[in-house]
């Protein structure tokens, strides 16, 4: 499982802020607002990134193209968050970090016309930066701001920009 970008404490820092517009609110109320944004704008997909996001999706119908999850809330165990997909990929990544074997996974899955989602062992969090990187134009990435709401970032030209600076900050390769 060879690692390719390790989070530097700054980093770290600065990506405690949203990526993209948050939407603050219970689920219920951020569910509502994701999809009348779902319904004007038409994303050409949505990647969900989280267990809860992921979950609150599927409870309102609302089927990503791609769903990352750890089985994790708050970096506590949940029960598996069970989604209706049509291919599964398992994948080890640490936290802070984000492996070869994860990127791989996400190009994958976003290459097939099939809903998917993957199983991180580990922590996913990190993985929105790829999702963001390998989404189609346009599309939404979508994950949680504890406490706060849900953030939604549109895979823009310019955010992919931003997001490819990201990880050009990162460490490259593991720390061992």
Same mark, same amino acid.
């Given at each position: ?9 700054? &980093? ?10 948050? @939407?603050? %609110? ?9 999809? *009348?944004? +779902?319904?004007? /704008?038409?994303?050409?997909? @949505?990647?969900? +990134? ?7 999706? !599927?409870?309102?119908?609302? &089927?990503?193209? &791609? ?16 989604? !209706? ?10 936290? %802070?970090?984000?492996? /070869?074997?994860?990127?791989?996974? @996400? ?8 809903? *998917? ?14 999702? @963001?990187?390998? *989404? ?7 994950? %949680?701001?504890?406490?706060? %709401?849900?953030? +939604? +970032?549109? !895979? ?14 990162? /460490? ?5």
């Amino acid at each position: 499982m060879p690692i390719k970008y390790t989070l530097t404490p700054e &980093l770290r820092i600065k990506l405690k802020q949203p990526l993209g517009t948050l @939407i603050r %609110g219970s689920f219920t109320e951020t569910t509502k607002r994701f999809s *009348a944004m +779902v319904n004007k /704008e038409k994303p050409s997909s @949505i990647i969900s +990134v989280g267990d809860t996001v992921s979950r609150n999706l !599927a409870k309102n119908h609302i &089927l990503p193209t &791609l769903s990352i999850i750890d089985n994790k809330c708050m970096r506590k165990s949940i029960t598996p968050t069970m989604l !209706a997909t049509e291919k599964t990929f398992y994948v080890k990544n640490p936290r %802070g970090t984000i492996t /070869e074997e994860a990127i791989a996974a @996400i190009q994958e899955a976003l290459q097939s016309s099939q809903h *998917a989602k993957i199983v991180v062992e580990g922590e996913e969090d990190l993985l929105t930066i790829i999702a @963001i990187m390998q *989404a189609p134009q346009d599309s939404f990435v979508l994950y %949680g701001q504890p406490h706060e %709401g849900i953030v +939604v +970032v549109k !895979a823009t030209t310019d955010k992919k920009t931003e997001v490819s600076e990201i990880l050009k900050g990162m /460490e490259k390769g593991s720390k061992n």
